[in-house]
């Protein structure tokens, strides 16, 4: 596939790195772990070593994890939901379900209750101490959940037709249910769900929904299917055939809408409005727009199939792939300013890129199987990890530590973000 390439330098200096990871690799592999008290600690690359390491006997797989102010919680595949203190990694409550969980968790910030939904197909929710709250029986197996200060909403992807369903956090009333035409919840403030939402097999409509009761608080006229609908507290926007439209997140009404001809699959709200769109020769491009005109800011180029957009408050980072000369794919980052001056470009020495996670002072660039952390100032470098068991991971990026499930090792670890 055609791309651009990185200069032969900066690619020189991934090869060597690649080869010293594998080289490290084997080292590990033939030194082997350190246990204590149910926790380990491995080398990670670059002299990193997880502050801990907690491997759940009998789990086999763990699920992706969430994060509270004072627990980690990952479900596994041995049924339970497991929370772990932050600091230590030991066992703060474990829970026990009716099947594997492998959906994410969701928590508030503090307190509890936790909800998690299990491949049994039943939605729970859990208290602090680790009893059942309440439990809503189902048939989903596979189901996402997002969590607001006033509603748990479940979307099960298991149907005919995609059904996001809501519930009070506390009791379990079931408050809604409605059919939506997204495998994601990107709309959800405390004051309200933004989806798609079908009304025939050809045409959509953007509506808000209130969280209270799922009555709906303004909808678009139907037209053809809405490729994308992203939303924050004050801004819906949304695209179809080849125009961009932004809508009042109060009312509905239209603030601007501007032709944008064919664009890519991602599209993020951040200071700006930020769409990808596909360039001639198989790149990409990131486009800029102003959030209350729609003027077309700036737009840049960058490698292949773009897999994630990260923005803050002064920047917007981008994750993309490119070749590497040596053969294989590399994954590239990109840092734009809000004026489209772009601040570092970096090859990464991981051999694809999925997401990134942007704290004051790092970047993440997270791939299925490992991540590296680099200085968000510069782009520079500054260490990476990969399992020695080459387990899938499942990364949650905080303000100082990234924490790890080991897809397939039945594992978590916290590492410190310096």
Known sequence: MPSERPDRSEAT??????????????????????????????PGLGGRRPVWRRDIDGAFMAGPPAVTDELVLVGMQDKALYGLRREDGSTALRFETGGPIEARPVAPASGGPYHVHSTDG???????????????EGTPYRARLVRTGSLVAELDLAGPENTLAGYD????????????????????????????????ETE????????????????TEP????????????????????????????????RWRVPIGDVGRTMVLGS??????????????LLAFDRETGERLWENPTGYQIRAVEATDDAVFVGSRVDDPDGGILGRIDCFGLDGT???????????????????????????????????????????????????LSLRVEPSSVFVSYVGDGAVARFPLD
Do not use: H, K, M
């Open 13 to 42: 200096g991934n090869r060597d790195r690649n080869v010293s990871r594998r080289e490290v690799l084997g080292g590990l592999a033939a030194v082997g772990s350190l246990a204590v008290a149910g926790c380990s600690s491995i």
């Open 122 to 136: 039943d939605l729970y929710a859990v208290d602090s101490a680790g009893d059942e709250l309440w439990r809503d």
């Open 342 to 392: 772009r601040r570092w470009q970096t090859v990464t020495g991981l051999p694809s890129l999925d997401s990134l996670g942007v704290t004051d002072s790092r970047v993440v660039a997270v791939w299925d199987r490992g991540f590296e952390v680099l200085a968000r100032e510069t782009g520079a470098s500054r260490w990476s990890y990969e399992p020695e068991s080459y387990s899938r």
């Open 204 to 219: 959509s409509r953007v509506t808000s929904l209130s969280p209270a009761d799922g009555s709906v608080r303004w909808r």
């Open 169 to 200: 956090p506390q009791t379990g009333d079931r408050r809604f249910e409605r059919a939506v035409s997204s495998y994601f919840l990107n709309g959800v403030t405390d004051d309200s769900f933004v989806v798609p939402v079908p009304v025939s």
């Open 272 to 285: 700006q409005a930020y769409l990808t769109r596909d360039r001639d020769g198989g790149r990409q491009e």
């Open 223 to 254: 037209r053809r299917w809405y490729s994308n609908v992203v939303a924050d507290a004050r801004l819906v926007v949304a695209a179809r055939d080849g125009t961009l439209t932004a809508f009042e997140r109060s009312d509905g009404s239209v």
